[in-house]
């Protein structure tokens, strides 16, 4: 059984660092085609793509968002991070990360979900 | 601004046949995949379709994909109410080396 989940916190500061951590179970990031990434939805608003990590370490990002986006992954605790700097209101979000598997960009299994709240 | 292109809203009656449309460019649609996610209520989205055409194992067969060109067509038919959702397109995009998705569809039936 393929799982994901988003945990990190609800709630940040403007200016602030967020950092969000998803853990899978169920398949490796160590197979070769597999990815696991990002993607957010603002509310009320459409999807939106974040970043992609692959299994050999290759990373993509955004245009928009590239200067202020990191995503990583420790394969031994099966976790994906993506790190967002500079938090701004505009960024509040359900932020869901989601595996990607095989060379068709396709998200097969999605995580439920965390939502982040941006206080100012 | 979505790099895709959605209609905002479509709907149907029940029993009913409803398409909905995605369009892109050369560098996304022209030359990559679709996928086609439904995102119900307060759900996270769900794969409906893959490699333009293919449906993951429990999907029904009312629900189909096709691409041509830098357009691509999602297709519901014997429309339910529980079909009631949003819907979004989303492949690669190969100029921003990114994946991109459309501004999604409210799918409403009458």
């Known amino acids: 059984q393929i799982t994901l989940k988003e945990s990190g916190p609800t709630l940040v500061n403007p200016t602030q660092t967020l950092t969000l951590t998803c853990t899978f179970s169920g398949f490796s990031l160590t197979t070769s085609g597999v990815g696991v990434g990002w993607i957010r939805q603002p509310p009320g608003k459409a999807l939106e793509w974040l970043a992609l990590i692959y299994w050999d370490d290759v990373k993509r990002y955004s245009p928009a968002l590239r200067s202020r986006l990191t995503i990583s992954k420790d394969t031994s605790k099966s976790q994906v991070v993506l790190t967002l700097t500079n938090m701004d209101p505009v960024d509040a979000a359900t932020y869901y990360c989601a595996r990607r598997l095989g060379g068709n960009h396709y998200f097969d299994y999605w995580g439920q979900g965390t939502l982040v709240t941006v206080f100012s | 601004q979505s790099v895709l292109t959605q209609p905002p809203s479509v709907s149907a009656a029940p029993g009913q046949k409803v398409t909905i449309s995605c369009s892109g460019t050369s560098s996304n649609l022209g030359n990559n995949y679709v996928s086609w996610y439904q995102q119900l209520p307060g759900t996270a989205p769900k794969l409906l379709i893959y490699e333009s055409n293919k449906r993951p194992s429990g999907i029904p067969d009312r629900f189909s994909g096709s691409k041509s060109g830098t357009s691509a067509t999602l297709g519901i038919t014997g429309l339910q109410t529980g079909d009631e959702a949003d819907y979004y397109c989303?492949?690669?995009?190969?100029?921003?080396?990114?994946?991109?998705f459309g501004g999604g569809t409210k799918l409403t039936v009458l």
């Open positions: 989303g492949t690669w995009d190969n100029n921003l080396s990114a994946g991109v």
